[in-house]
């Protein structure tokens, strides 16, 4: 399929960079010549470790590796899949080396999950029923119409997409796409639009395409006002500059990553509001239910009465989910969750021979399906009540964690396991849900800052040699936690300190080792490369033009507020007006001498008008491009020009990489 072009504006392009959070960093060697910098063996008490967890784990009944392969027609001969410059932005065969048993570097359950999510390929669920999985980190549902393809979440990018339809269209017969699904907000779940439809046929009727209500401005304002910092965050998450590998990158939980290509956005032509409504959409019922506020602040499910096919988009999983997320974002509602998990059982569980999700693979039979429902509804449940139980007797965030412990009922069930969200940072989420972060210690109040207290912590104790020994020992005895903070705080003291960073590298590297959770692992091992070879650059996938038109201008505008420097401003008072004659639009600034206020409306009696088109005042805002480069490309300025460069002296420049596991 012939690919859209997509948006050339620098200005749009790094005016979003920092407003969605699909980001994979460039993967770095995992050598060096040096022997301190390089990734470390398991250790003695890190090989314990993973054998005690493997004696713990539920016994193995094939179920999982045979609902993984069932149903399998075929996969695509080339494994790699490229975009228009022949550039690679996804390999199926990243994870083609694993083979046996587990690696001590790799958590047993873990190295079990990977081996089950690198399945590539075409499989068939049900009568009519499709998924395409391994093309990208979420799966393709394909559902047969009476004359097209019915695709539910066109994966992340436009080049994954392509390849996965592409894959469909040469094994079933070549149809055309008669409508597509958006089950929730996030990029994963719509960005391969425009790889599947064109916005014409769209225009035209000849696509439909629903979603959640409030999808847009959910997809569009997620991730904008703290977005540098969840891309930066997300980094880590997903394990940016590492390579797939036992001493590296072992995929992020419920897929084995984020595709590098092209984030794509159609706007939907019909929404869905509430649990029950149904659409008849080329001769196919579906029923919807919606869960916003559980995984995504909008999300549906959908089932398919026909061939009793329960989607439960990523309500439920191959792995306990999270309520917050490394990367940040709003608390989710535990308690929420767990009721829309029930509300399934209840409304679709004796309906269903299948459940299938936008992650994972399927679970076929209609015991299986209400089994996995009520487990995972039992299992957030859990989460919920006991965090509150002893929240509630006084014990704080990092006690709930330390205490808290998955039943073993629960336990039982891989499907319930922490592979990406974990009962211990989940427990600290659901307790900051209700109460906050603070925990009520006075000397939690009001402490020194990290780097400040990091230099009195370490003189207290004596000096860094001190430190540094200490924690020798700690690494010696297996007790990588206390070492970690030790050598933190020594980092934080003296970012200088070589001996300092080798050492918390290595600490970090073997509790990644030990981690069951896919994204916990690749936070301690993206922080120990870092902590080697210096910050690395992130690389975010290209962002089109559909991203940003979606963003309200208002949205935007608010957002620049918050790079408003109050000491720049020096108390000056005044009123800028922008009209953006290609979407009749007209925006007041108002800056009070310490803020700035956006509106959607003329601010009278201001200093000076901006007139042109959005992207050039997004040039303006977000990259700061001088004020007369864009007056030559058309931007027309009137009235008091010294204002206008007054305003745009106080805006901060747009946020870029910072530190994390330094000050």
């Not at 206390?482 to 509790?511: I, T």
């Not at 979407?583 to 310490?594: F, I, N, P, Y």
């Amino acid at each position: 399929m012939k690919m859209l072009p997509i948006v050339r504006s620098r200005a749009s392009r790094l005016a979003l960079a920092a407003m969605l959070v699909w980001v994979a960093g460039p993967a770095r060697a995992q050598t060096a010549a040096d022997p301190v910098l390089s990734p470390k063996p398991p250790s003695a008490a890190t090989i314990a470790v993973q054998q005690a967890a493997a004696a713990a784990l539920p016994s193995e009944d094939g179920r999982d590796a045979a609902f993984a392969a069932r149903g399998f027609v075929a996969s695509t001969a080339d494994p790699l899949i490229r975009d228009a410059t022949g550039k690679t932005v996804w390999n199926m065969q990243g994870y083609d080396w694993m083979q046996g048993a587990a690696p001590a570097s790799v958590h047993p359950s873990l190295w079990r999950e990977v081996g089950l999510l690198r399945r590539h390929g075409l499989f068939e669920v049900a009568e009519g029923v499709w998924q395409v999985r391994g093309f990208d980190v979420s799966n393709m549902t394909v559902i047969r119409g009476a004359t097209g393809w019915i695709l539910v979440d066109p994966l992340t990018s436009s080049e994954t997409a392509a390849a996965a339809l592409a894959l469909v269209n040469a094994k079933l017969g070549a149809r055309p796409v008669s409508a597509v699904v958006y089950s929730h907000s996030h990029a994963d779940h719509f960005g391969g639009v425009r790889g599947v439809v064109a916005e014409a046929d769209v225009s035209a009727g000849k696509v439909a395409i629903l979603a959640p209500a409030h999808f847009i401005d959910e997809a569009a304002s997620e991730n904008i006002m703290a977005g540098g910092a969840m891309s930066r965050r997300a980094n880590y998450q997903f394990g940016g500059g590492l390579a797939p590998g036992a001493q590296g990158q072992m995929g992020s939980g419920i897929g084995l990553g984020v595709p590098s290509g092209t984030i794509t956005l159609i706007a939907p032509t019909d929404t869905i509001a509430r649990t029950g409504e149904t659409r008849t959409i080329d001769g196919v019922t579906m029923e919807f239910q919606i869960v916003s506020g559980s995984e995504a602040p909008s999300e549906l499910n959908v089932y398919l009465p026909a061939p009793k096919v329960f989607l439960s988009s990523e309500m439920s999983t191959c792995s306990l989910h999270n309520i917050l997320t490394p990367r940040g974002a709003k608390v989710r509602d535990t308690r929420a969750w767990a009721g829309f998990l029930d509300e399934a059982l209840q409304l679709y569980g004796a309906r269903s021979d299948a459940v299938i999700s936008s992650h994972c693979w399927p679970r076929f039979g209609q015991a299986e399906v209400s089994r996995m429902l009520a487990s995972q509804r039992d299992n957030y449940r859990a989460l919920h009540d006991q965090t509150i139980r002893l929240m509630n007797r006084g014990e704080n965030p990092a006690e709930i964690a330390e205490a808290l412990v998955q039943p073993p009922a629960l336990a039982a069930d891989w499907f319930n396991h922490g592979y990406y969200g974990t009962y211990n940072h989940n427990a600290k989420a659901v307790y900051q849900f209700y109460l906050g972060w603070y925990d009520a210690v006075p000397a939690n109040l009001n402490p020194w800052p990290p780097a400040e207290r990091a230099r009195r912590l370490v003189a207290a104790i004596g000096g860094p040699a001190k430190v540094l020994a200490q924690a020798k020992t700690a690494i010696k005895a297996g007790d990588y936690r206390w070492a970690s903070e030790l050598l933190n705080a020594a980092v934080f003291a003296d970012p200088s300190n070589k001996a300092a960073r080798a050492a918390l590298a290595d600490s970090y590297e073997q509790q990644g080792y030990q981690a069951e959770s896919a994204i916990w692992r690749n936070q301690f091992l993206a922080a120990a490369n870092e902590l080697r070879h210096g910050r690395i650059a992130s690389a975010s996938s290209t962002q089109s033009q559909d991203m940003i038109a979606a963003v309200p201008t208002q949205l935007l505008l608010d957002s620049a507020a918050t790079r408003i420097d109050p000491a720049k401003l020096a108390g000056k008072r005044m009123a800028i007006n922008l009209v953006m004659p290609e979407r009749s639009e007209t925006a007041g600034v108002e800056l009070t001498g310490t803020t700035m206020l956006a509106r959607m409306r003329p601010e009278p009696g201001a200093q000076a008008t901006l007139t042109g088109p959005r992207r050039l005042l997004l040039g303006l805002l977000f990259l700061k491009v001088p004020l007369a480069k864009l007056e030559a490309a058309g931007l027309k300025v009137e009235g008091d020009r010294a204002a206008v460069e007054a305003w745009l002296a106080a805006l901060d420049p747009m946020p870029v990489a910072f530190n994390i596991a330094e000050p």
